[in-house]
């Protein structure tokens, strides 16, 4: 068998470097791109779930050209082999537009009449689904969902299955302009923005840069496969991600009590799930499927709304169940933030309404996660219970449960405690972790006496510490001084450059938990080195160069990435996919602050691009911003 | 005064220079300040350096980057350490971000008082007059985007230091070419070899050679 292997990876060795059996070098580099024919429209989704979409037909988008691909990505998803360089050719670039550079043909052409050449119409319908916006005229989702994206299709890889969308093909009958001025758009319609079915490569842009961050950092996030760039900074968004299905469309046929909709669209995720291997103990009857995909969900909203909390990311999360996706992955960069400091109050200005904060997430994600107690329990029993009876609930103390356990164990991370240490001191220790976290809240959350004010988009009462510096600096200073530092200088660590001089008073109280914060770090190495049986010193080395990586001074804000998004906008003539891929997959590694990465420095830093450069300042000069 | 210059190279190269340096700490388990020439991604170098170091039996270190905002609290701690090393990199950048936060002078009293100052490459040639060997041969000169113009370091020493030297001619005609406009002379010195300055007195690890008015000579 292995030999068959072999003698088959050298046919295609030697076919790739030239021809095989005749076939021409450049007949072979298009079959090179032949996973992309699957990207058709067609989806798992259209046959099982047909009350959760919209067909639409399409044709072929011109004029448009690849400003960026995702090389990596790619790979992962199977469309080009492994070994393709990271370059754009003539074949690759025509695959993408051929496959991705399409425009729905939507109501508004059916109905004036609208004709198209019938060699641009493509053959398969295209899927824009249904789901739940709170931002909808109709609360109960039946005219909301992808108001100018379609479901490019699926892709199946290496025992994965990905699903990919575009943003920016076309106005769907699902926007909300088309209820609101009840009619239908042209796409591109300049009168109206959001609704004219066209997306922006600046939006492309920022998601690109902010997921690959975040996913570098262990969070699931749609990633972008593409963009394809038009005139005018017009550009459709590929994106691309396991399962793109998020809670709202499943809450859509709950609340309009649309069982059999409901039920395709929850065994649809559960079998998917399943397939992908993400779920590997699904129970054999279906009332305990549910109960586990309950289970499940519970799982990862918890976990979501600590990891959100503690890496201080802003994902407006709410009852509608959208802008996030259901395996806890994020979707819509739109609204999504990291501040640098934990900026509690602050609140994105959405016009009609403000969002949540940061800290009400947590209730968010609980009232989501309590939601899926009320489909399961919908499906089972065909009654749909109003959603307070579910209130005490099992699931929703196992949610506190979760969410309380993945918070020490944030904590800790972030402090550089290491894997099999963590576990000991969650599973020993617990008591002595929570009670440090509550004085490290205390420092994180300390708010600057300016009080609340505006920012540029929304409003915000400035955090006024900087957690990330005392984690790095103090277990410097422990080890190399043998004892605790001065409340001063603990106070000249942490500060950040939003505190004013009288936010830095040290009072009675706050020397005291500069005190206990202190003792308990102590504590802490104490134990380990006990637990372990090293030397303190050696505990605290080892601390320190996790700390130092984890908590590295350059970390990016939402504001650096508009900033970075905005000199990539300049530069953007210059910047070839090619130069744009390298660069995203630079800052990414550079942003990536996982210790146990394995990762050395490659590139000399006096050949870093100018680009690179600037994009460094831009995430130190809002370092601490949101 | 306590100083060590390293040329560069693999750590294992410079284990002979480290060993001079620790019995010039004179100390058990020194302390050690790592300045790195840049921040960027100097976390995974510091790593790196502590790893190095742990080895030989040092336990104590601090980060201390230049060319971002910092407090006093870790600048205290970094002065207070048995040894500052400065790392390789691109030798203007450093000069620029030293200069900037008044770390020159910082440095040099920190030597005064006793403290033992490193420096790979880029590092050691901070320690010398100035850094004009950071700005030849063509073919391996540190670019200086900063465009900096004055070129004067700490003048701790009474020579300048050439890093990565190759014993070949193309080496050896722009150094024999620089020589001949300094009063001092320009100590070339290989990946692996340096130079150990003790209260004063001169001593080569490795090979060494000096160019002085023109002319080359093979001193270790």
């Given at each position: 068998?292995?030999?068959?292997?072999?003698?088959?990876?050298?046919?295609?060795?030697?076919?790739?470097?030239?021809?095989?059996m005749?076939?021409?070098?450049?007949?072979?580099?298009?079959?090179?791109?032949?996973?992309?024919?699957?990207?058709?429209?067609?989806?798992?989704?259209?046959?099982?779930?047909p009350?959760?979409?919209?067909?639409?037909?399409?044709?072929?988008?011109?004029?448009?050209?690849?400003?960026?691909?995702?090389?990596?990505?790619?790979?992962?998803?199977?469309?080009?082999?492994?070994?393709?360089?990271?370059?754009?050719?003539?074949?690759?670039?025509?695959?993408?537009?051929?496959?991705?550079?399409?425009?729905?043909?939507?109501?508004y052409d059916i109905?004036?009449?609208?004709?198209?050449?019938?060699?641009?119409i493509?053959?398969?319908?295209?899927?824009?689904?249904?789901?739940?916006?709170?931002?909808?005229?109709?609360?109960?989702?039946?005219t909301?969902?992808?108001?100018?994206?379609?479901?490019?299709?699926?892709?199946?890889?290496?025992?994965?299955?990905?699903?990919?969308?575009?943003?920016g093909?076309?106005?769907?009958?699902?926007?909300?302009?088309?209820?609101?001025?009840?009619?239908?758009?042209?796409?591109?319609?300049?009168?109206?923005?959001?609704?004219?079915?066209?997306?922006?490569?600046d939006?492309?842009?920022?998601?690109?840069?902010?997921?690959?961050?975040?996913?570098?950092?262990?969070?699931?996030?749609?990633?972008?496969?593409?963009?394809?760039?038009?005139s005018?900074?017009?550009?459709?968004?590929?994106?691309?991600?396991?399962n793109?299905?998020?809670?709202?469309?499943?809450?859509?046929?709950?609340?309009?009590?649309?069982?059999?909709?409901?039920?395709?669209?929850?065994?649809?995720?559960?079998?998917?799930?399943?397939?992908?291997?993400?779920?590997?103990?699904?129970?054999?009857?279906?009332?305990?499927?549910?109960?586990?995909?309950?289970?499940?969900?519970?799982?990862?909203?918890?976990n979501?709304?600590?990891?959100?909390e503690?890496?201080?990311?802003?994902?407006?999360?709410?009852?509608?169940?959208d802008?996030?996706?259901?395996?806890?992955?994020?979707?819509?960069?739109?609204?999504?933030r990291?501040?640098?400091?934990?900026?509690?109050?602050?609140?994105?200005?959405?016009?009609?309404?403000?969002?949540?904060?940061?800290?009400?997430?947590?209730?968010?994600?609980?009232?989501i996660?309590?939601?899926?107690?009320?489909?399961?329990?919908?499906?089972?029993?065909?009654?749909?219970?109003?959603?307070?009876?579910?209130?005490?609930?099992?699931?929703?103390?196992?949610?506190?449960?979760?969410?309380?356990r993945?918070?020490?164990?944030?904590?800790?991370?972030?402090?550089?405690?290491?894997?099999?240490?963590?576990?000991?001191?969650?599973?020993?220790?617990?008591k002595?972790?929570?009670?440090?976290?509550?004085?490290?809240?205390?420092?994180?959350?300390?708010?600057?006496?300016?009080?609340?004010?505006?920012?540029?988009?929304?409003?915000?009462?400035?955090?006024?510490?900087?957690?990330?510096?005392?984690?790095?600096?103090?277990?410097?200073?422990?080890?190399?001084?043998g004892?605790?530092?001065?409340?001063?200088?603990?106070?000249?660590?942490?500060?950040?450059?939003?505190?004013?001089?009288?936010?830095?008073?040290?009072?009675?109280?706050?020397?005291?938990?500069?005190?206990?914060?202190?003792?308990?770090?102590?504590?802490l190495?104490?134990?380990?080195?006990?637990k372990?049986?090293?030397?303190?010193?050696?505990?605290?080395?080892?601390?320190?160069?996790?700390?130092?990586?984890?908590?590295k001074?350059?970390?990016?804000?939402?504001?650096?990435?508009?900033?970075?998004?905005?000199?990539v906008?300049?530069?953007?003539?210059?910047?070839?996919?090619?130069e744009?891929?390298?660069?995203?997959?630079?800052?990414?590694e550079?942003?990536?602050?996982?210790?146990?990465?394995?990762?050395?420095?490659?590139?000399?830093?006096?050949?870093h691009?100018?680009?690179?450069?600037?994009?460094?300042?831009?995430?130190?000069?809002?370092?601490?911003?949101? | 005064?306590?100083?060590?210059?390293?040329?560069?190279?693999?750590?294992?190269?410079?284990?002979?220079?480290?060993?001079?340096?620790?019995?010039?700490?004179?100390?058990?388990?020194?302390?050690?300040?790592?300045?790195?020439?840049?921040?960027?991604?100097?976390?995974?170098d510091f790593?790196?350096?502590?790893?190095?170091?742990r080895?030989?039996?040092?336990?104590?270190?601090?980060?201390?980057p230049?060319?971002?905002?910092?407090?006093?609290?870790?600048?205290?701690?970094?002065?207070?350490?048995?040894?500052?090393?400065?790392?390789?990199?691109?030798?203007?950048?450093?000069?620029?971000?030293?200069?900037?936060?008044?770390?020159?002078?910082?440095?040099?009293?920190?030597?005064?008082?006793?403290?033992?100052?490193?420096?790979?490459?880029?590092?050691?040639?901070?320690?010398?007059?100035?850094?004009?060997?950071?700005?030849?041969?063509?073919?391996?000169?540190?670019?200086?985007?900063?465009?900096?113009?004055?070129?004067?370091?700490?003048?701790?020493?009474?020579?300048?230091?050439?890093?990565?030297?190759?014993?070949?001619k193309?080496?050896?005609?722009?150094?024999i070419?620089?020589?001949?406009?300094?009063?001092?002379?320009?100590?070339?010195?290989?990946?692996?070899?340096?130079?150990?300055?003790?209260?004063?007195?001169?001593?080569?690890?490795?090979?060494?050679?000096?160019?002085?008015?023109?002319?080359?000579?093979?001193?270790?």
């Open positions: 068998m292995s030999v068959k292997c072999f003698r088959l990876k050298k046919i295609v060795e030697i076919s790739y470097n030239y021809s095989c005749g076939t021409p070098l450049k007949k072979f580099e298009k079959r090179k791109y032949s996973k992309f024919h699957q990207v058709n429209g067609k989806h798992a989704l259209q046959k099982k779930c009350e959760s979409f919209v067909p639409y037909k399409a044709r072929k988008r011109k004029g448009g050209k690849v400003a960026f691909f995702n090389f990596e990505l790619a790979k992962e998803m199977g469309l080009i082999p492994k070994n393709h360089e990271h370059e754009m050719n003539g074949d690759l670039e025509e695959k993408i537009l051929d496959t991705f550079s399409i425009v729905i043909i939507n109501e109905i004036n009449d609208i004709e198209f050449p019938e060699e641009d493509l053959p398969n319908h295209y899927m824009a689904t249904r789901y739940l916006q709170l931002q909808h005229p109709n609360k109960q989702g039946k909301s969902g992808d108001g100018r994206s379609i479901w490019n299709g699926e892709i199946r890889h290496s025992g994965k299955t990905w699903d990919i969308s575009s943003c093909t076309g106005a769907t009958r699902l926007s909300p302009a088309t209820h609101i001025q009840k009619k239908y758009f042209q796409t591109g319609d300049p009168t109206i923005s959001y609704g004219c079915g066209y997306s922006e490569i939006e492309g842009l920022a998601t690109l840069f902010f997921s690959e961050v975040l996913r570098k950092n262990g969070h699931q996030t749609e990633r972008v496969l593409g963009i394809i760039e038009f005018n900074g017009i550009s459709i968004n590929i994106r691309a991600h396991e793109l299905l998020r809670p709202s469309h499943m809450f859509n046929h709950l609340k309009q009590g649309n069982y059999e909709g409901l039920k395709d669209i929850v065994n649809f995720y559960i079998d998917k799930q399943v397939t992908n291997k993400v779920w590997t103990e699904l129970p054999k009857t279906q009332k305990a499927q549910y109960r586990y995909f309950v289970d499940k969900q519970v799982e990862v909203f918890a979501l709304s600590a990891d959100f503690d890496d201080y990311i802003f994902c407006w999360l709410d009852w509608d169940g802008n996030i996706l259901m395996d806890g992955g994020i979707i819509d960069y739109g609204s999504i990291q501040f640098g400091l934990f900026h509690h109050e602050y609140r994105f200005d959405d016009v009609q309404r403000y969002s949540t904060s940061i800290k009400e997430q947590k209730e968010k994600a609980k009232l996660a309590k939601t899926f107690i009320q489909i399961s329990e919908y499906l089972i029993t065909g009654d749909r219970e109003p959603l307070a009876n579910f209130n005490d609930h099992r699931a929703m103390s196992k949610f506190d449960e979760i969410f309380e993945r918070k020490n164990e944030n904590l800790l991370k972030k402090i550089g405690v290491a894997t099999k240490e963590r576990e000991y001191l969650l599973q020993s220790q617990f002595f972790v929570t009670d440090f976290r509550k004085v490290f809240s205390y420092f994180e959350r300390a708010k600057s006496a300016e009080g609340l004010h505006t920012v540029a988009d929304g409003v915000n009462w400035n955090a006024i510490f900087c957690m990330r510096d005392i984690l790095r600096e103090l277990p410097q200073i422990l080890l190399h001084r004892s605790s530092i001065e409340r001063s200088e603990f106070i000249d660590i942490i500060k950040s450059t939003y505190a004013t001089y009288d936010d830095l008073e040290i009072s009675s109280y706050r020397a005291k938990k500069i005190d206990e914060f202190q003792s308990l770090y102590w504590k190495v104490s134990k380990l080195s006990r372990f049986n090293r030397e303190e010193s050696d505990t605290l080395l080892q601390i320190m160069m996790r700390s130092s990586v984890i908590n001074y350059d970390r990016v804000t939402g504001d650096s990435i508009s900033n970075i998004v905005e000199k906008m300049k530069r953007r003539p210059k910047l070839g996919a090619n744009l891929f390298q660069i995203m997959h630079e800052f990414s550079y942003q990536n602050l996982d210790p146990d990465n394995k990762r050395t420095v490659k590139v000399k830093k006096s050949e691009s100018k680009m690179m450069k600037g994009m460094l300042q831009i995430v130190r000069e809002f370092r601490e911003g949101i | 005064m306590n100083l060590v210059l390293y040329s560069g190279g693999f750590e294992k190269e410079n284990i002979s220079l480290d060993r001079k340096l620790l019995e010039l700490a004179d100390k058990e388990n020194p302390s050690i300040t790592y300045i790195p020439s840049c921040s960027y991604d100097s976390e995974i790593n790196d350096f502590i790893r190095h170091y080895a030989l039996g040092i336990s104590r270190f601090i980060h201390f230049v060319d971002i905002d910092f407090d006093e609290t870790i600048k205290k701690e970094a002065f207070l350490s048995d040894i500052i090393h400065l790392s390789g990199g691109n030798t203007y950048y450093f000069l620029k971000h030293l200069r900037r936060k008044g770390m020159l002078k910082e440095l040099k009293a920190f030597v005064k008082r006793g403290g033992v100052l490193t420096g790979l490459s880029a590092g050691a040639i901070l320690m010398t007059p100035s850094i004009c060997t950071a700005g030849f041969p063509e073919f391996d000169k540190d670019e200086n985007e900063d465009n900096i113009k004055n070129l004067k370091a700490m003048n701790l020493v009474r020579f300048e230091f050439f890093p990565h030297y190759r014993n070949s193309r080496y050896d005609s722009e150094l070419k620089h020589s001949k406009g300094l009063d001092r002379p320009i100590y070339a010195c290989p990946d692996g070899s340096g130079i150990i300055v003790k209260e004063g007195t001169l001593a080569f690890e490795g090979k060494c050679f000096s160019f002085f008015q023109g002319k080359k000579v093979k001193i270790n």
